[in-house]
């Protein structure tokens, strides 16, 4: 059974940082993009950010691009660390995995992130 497991995530105050970790299990996930989304209440789902499967190329949505850094060590796990926090990054963010942008076959159960003044 494909899982993704998300963790890292916590209660931080603005200004701060935290790192997301998602562990991939079930099947190998070489060829494949592996990304992170948010969702904040009443908000639709957000692109945060997306690594190629040899992570040589990246990719960030624009009101986290400079702040936060996706990284992936092999096929399986990758990371999110995200720097500069504010309250507007509080959302549970969900790892996913695919072949192809904006395509995602496998998705987490989410790891909630929460950013206070």
């Known amino acids: 059974q494909v899982q993704l497991v998300e963790s890292g995530g916590g209660l931080v105050q603005a200004g701060g940082s935290l790192r997301l970790s998602c562990a991939a299990s079930g099947r190998t996930f070489s060829g494949y993009i592996m990304a992170w989304f948010r969702q904040a209440p009443g908000k639709e789902r957000e692109f945060v950010a997306r690594?190629?499967?040899?992570?040589?190329?990246t990719f960030y949505g624009d009101s986290v691009k400079g702040r936060f850094a996706i990284s992936r060590n092999n096929a399986n796990t990758v990371y999110l660390q995200m720097n500069s926090l504010t309250p507007e990054d509080t959302a549970v963010y969900y790892c996913?995995?695919?072949?192809?942008?904006?395509?995602?076959?496998?998705w987490g159960q989410g790891t909630q992130v929460t950013i206070s003044l």
């Open positions: 690594i190629s499967w040899r992570g040589s190329s």
């Open positions: 996913a995995a695919g072949s192809a942008h904006p395509t995602y076959h496998y």
